[in-house]
Antibody, heavy 121, light 114 residues
């Protein structure tokens, strides 16, 4: 079964750091572009970061310079290092797979259950 | 940024009736070299992660009931549920994947039973 399982969420103080992880199974992880998408409680979806199969990374302006996405193909794992956290980063963070292992963007076909990150003093 | 605007914010439809959700992008998401619209639709039921329904604006994901259909091109898109079922109560999001700088979602449309 194709599956993504996130871990590492929790309560952190403003200005603090947290590292999320995502364990992938049921598919050849190294061949797929992967993303993180977040959702604040009762709000919509916001794309947070992407990493290509080749290791190239992308971020929106809201997290650029604070968040770092990485992958370890030997462990079928995706990571999100989050630094300088703010109250506005409070959300459920989803690990997401692109639909097809090809060059270029595609829709997101596999989503994890998400891990909750709360930034509060 | 490509801004995705969905309408309405919410709608209530009777069981068995049609539900129509609109999504408008601030610039075209049609890639001329392959004539594909880089537009997807997702369904998010309460307490669940989003689920892919439609990609390339009109291609149904495997396993998605055929009462769900997508249409449109360029900047204007529609998700139609032809005969609403109880399990279709959810929030629906459109997303453009034409550009990663940044990838963007619509604000969501909540579908309820009338």
């Amino acid at each position: 079964e194709v599956q993504l399982v996130e871990a590492g969420g929790g309560l952190v103080q403003p200005g603090g750091s947290l590292r999320l992880s995502c364990a992938a199974s049921g598919f050849t992880f190294s061949r797929y572009d992967m993303h993180w998408v977040r959702q604040a409680t009762g709000k919509g979806l916001e794309w947070v970061s992407a990493i290509g199969a080749g290791g190239d990374t992308y971020y929106p302006g809201s997290v650029k310079g604070r968040f770092t996405i990485s992958r370890e193909n030997a462990k079928n794992s995706l990571y999100l290092q989050m630094n300088s956290l703010r109250a506005g980063d409070t959300a459920v963070y989803y690990c997401v797979r692109e639909r097809i292992e090809t060059v270029g963007l595609d829709a997101f076909d596999i989503w994890g259950q998400g891990t909750m990150v709360t930034v509060s003093s | 940024d490509i801004v995705m605007t969905q309408s309405p914010d919410s709608l209530a439809v009777s069981l068995g009736e049609r539900a129509t959700i609109n999504c408008k992008s601030s610039q075209s998401v049609l890639y001329s070299s392959n004539n594909k619209n880089y537009l997807a639709w997702y369904q998010q039921r309460p307490g669940q992660p989003p689920k892919l329904l439609i990609y390339w604006a009109s291609t149904r994901e495997s396993g998605v009931p055929d009462r769900f259909s997508g249409s449109g091109s360029g900047t204007d898109f529609t998700l139609t549920i032809s005969s609403l079922q109880a399990e279709d109560v959810a929030v629906y999001y459109c997303q453009q994947y034409y550009t990663i700088s940044p990838l963007t979602f619509g604000g969501g449309t909540k579908v309820e039973i009338k």
